[in-house]
């Protein structure tokens, strides 16, 4: 079974940590606590910092959703 995790940290708070905390966390308690084998997470082309967090807690690039998001009226690629 598959999961998926998303966050969302508001500006006031970047640069601190807390994402990559927060998702060590929730990874550890996902695959202690329920029958999954992976988790995914989706990412904006422009989100270094979040491709970061999860670089971080032992996620990698699988593959890019080219023109797959629009944001602000702008396609964007998606980075799962």
């Keep these: 079974m ?3 995790i998303g966050y969302f940290i508001s500006k006031k ?3 601190k940590g807390l994402a990559t905390k927060a998702v060590k966390k ?3 308690y996902a695959f202690e ?3 999954i084998v992976r988790i ?3 990412v904006f082309d422009f989100n270094k910092s979040s491709m970061k967090v999860l670089e971080k807690n032992g ?3 699988e593959f890019i959703r080219k023109n797959a998001v629009i944001k602000n009226g702008k396609i964007i690629d998606d980075y799962i």
């Design 2 to 4: 598959n999961a998926e």
């Design 33 to 35: 606590n329920f029958d």
């Design 26 to 28: 929730m990874t550890e």
């Design 40 to 42: 995914v997470a989706g």
């Design 59 to 61: 996620y990698y690039l």
């Design 13 to 15: 708070f970047w640069g």
